[in-house]
């Protein structure tokens, strides 16, 4: 599998020797660089928008020898189901619990969906506000007052 990524493999350590030389010059600057923290961010997110696309088509790759798996699987709930319907009586919290763990697993795929929204807005706002930027700056020079 190695080499079918072996380019996405040797961008990343282009990357990451890149980090390298950039943290060594920050280390040895004297001036304060305002804004780079926040364009680092913007680098940030579109670094973790990567990883969880990465991480979608890995998942989505390993479905279907999942499926192929599929009588293995399921006698494994089955062994499984009585002892979390037991740990679910015990951890009842006075019957103020009322999620069942297929409900509590649904809502934390959901979370995380929901953080990856959210960082794709962010990531998309950035990049409205740098076009914007981008696109007023040549103009500014005309509109100052004196």
């Not at 190695?2 to 040797?10: H, S």
């Not at 364009?39 to 390993?62: F, N």
């Not at 019957?95 to 697993?105: D, F, R, S, V």
């Amino acid at each position: 599998m190695a080499e079918k990524n072996q380019d996405v493999l040797d961008m990343i350590e282009q990357i990451r020797a890149r980090l390298l030389d950039l943290e060594e010059d920050v280390r040895a600057c004297e001036a304060e660089l305002p804004g780079m923290a926040t364009r680092l961010d913007r680098i940030d997110d579109r670094i973790y928008l990567l990883e969880t696309e990465v991480a979608s088509r890995a998942k989505a790759a390993a479905e279907p020898a999942a499926a192929e798996s599929a009588p293995a699987a399921a006698e494994e709930p089955a062994k499984q189901a009585a002892p979390s319907k037991a740990a679910a009586d015990d951890d009842d919290d006075n019957g103020m619990n009322i999620l069942t763990p297929e409900a509590k697993e649904k809502l934390g795929a959901f979370a995380g969906d929901l953080r990856e929204v959210a960082k794709t807005g962010a990531s998309t706002l950035a990049d409205i506000n740098e076009a914007i930027s981008d696109i007023t700056s040549p103009f500014k020079a005309f509109t100052k007052r004196r």
